[in-house]
């Protein structure tokens, strides 16, 4: 499904359509800010770590195709114009089920907040087939539709751990500065990655879809920042949807709150017009746990490029009553590994 959207609703009506759709419209509207699109394989990767990364450049985004863990792995990568010697942060940004990387750069305009902020960002591809596009392997969770995960597929958790060392290879990555963000099954998977290798990803930001999986082995309170849509019907913000869909998200944040040894009682307000803050602080570690609720909106990337009618009938209404990429990146810089 594209974007997350329900297979069984949207197939039938035709989300390759949407994909497509989706890409033709934001072409016209979306400036990249490209200088160069070049494809890379593994090998040559590789062969580049022998040198440290060069921290000054040009504007680029890059298509690579990397060897990972067994299979050929596509990830583009965004790295804006520097004049620094110093480091800079990486967030890894995973589109929905059913989407593609290019998909996720187009629908989140996360290449715009990177310019600003000088932070790399790269948009992984999942593997396992949907439509158009691809589904992300989270552990023990079914795909869309209550479909079982194929066999052999990619153990995306290793994927995404492995792909971070080797973009430090290849750029100019501050290690105590990675983080992820991602959209419906891609927060879901940004979700485990913060359970699972909490050594490496500072902090998570996951959007429409929220989830605290168990087992949850943290080795540190992860900081986690969340965007969810009051009237989202793909992943409803009460729960009980699809089988990977059942508890609320509010309840997720709750269980990050007590998995980050918050406090019990969280903080309501209204940061902006229409967007509800739930904030848990006293955590462990200097984390926290925030929660906004975007009040009428739908599946969708709050404060994100404007989409077509063609996918805003099929995800419901947008807002841009908050920028989710501008509080997340100050999340983020507020929320480092300890060095």
């Not at 949207?10 to 400036?31: E, I």
């Not at 990387?101 to 907040?113: K, P, R, V």
């Not at 989830?211 to 082995?217: A, G, Q």
């Not at 992943?235 to 609320?248: I, L, N, Q, V």
């Amino acid at each position: 499904m594209i974007f997350g959207v329900r297979e069984d609703l949207v197939w039938a009506t035709g989300s390759a359509r949407l994909g497509a759709a989706l890409q033709v419209a934001l072409g016209a509207v979306v400036t990249l800010a490209v200088v160069s699109v070049v494809s890379m394989t593994g090998s040559q990767l590789r062969a580049g770590a022998s040198t440290a990364p060069t921290c000054t450049n040009p504007d680029t985004t890059a298509t690579l195709s990397l060897s990972i863990g067994g299979f050929t792995r596509t990830v583009i990568v965004h790295d804006p114009a520097s004049t620094s010697k110093s480091k800079r942060a990486l967030v890894l940004n995973l589109h929905g089920s059913g989407a593609t990387a290019l998909d996720q750069e187009l629908f989140s305009g996360m290449n715009y907040t990177s310019d600003a902020d000088g932070f790399i960002v790269a948009y992984p591809q999942g593997l396992i087939p949907d439509g158009s596009g691809f589904d992300w392997n989270v552990p023990g969770v079914p795909l869309t539709g209550g479909r079982a995960v194929p066999a052999g597929s990619a153990n995306d958790v290793k994927f995404l751990t492995k792909l971070v060392g080797a973009l430090e290879s290849k750029y100019c990555i501050n290690k105590n500065e990675v983080y992820a963000t991602g959209f419906s099954g891609g927060a879901r998977e940004a979700s485990q990655l913060a359970c699972d290798e909490s050594g490496i990803f500072a902090a998570v930001a996951p959007i429409s879809g929220l989830r605290r999986p168990t087992s949850c082995p943290t080795t540190r309170a992860v900081p986690v920042i969340a965007f969810h849509g009051s009237n989202d019907e793909v992943d409803p913000f009460a729960g009980h949807g699809e089988a990977y869909w059942t508890y609320s998200v509010s309840t997720a944040a709750k269980d990050w709150a007590k998995q980050d040894h918050c406090s019990k009682k969280a903080t309501s307000s209204t940061p902006a017009t229409n967007v509800k803050l739930t904030s848990y602080a006293g955590c462990a570690d200097g984390a926290a746990v925030e929660l906004y609720e975007v009040m009428g909106e739908g599946h969708e990337w709050p404060g994100g490029p404007v989409m077509p009618a063609s996918i805003t009938s099929e995800l419901g209404p947008q807002s841009s009553a908050i920028d989710a990429n501008a509080v997340m990146w100050s999340f983020f810089e507020a929320h480092p590994l300890a060095g």
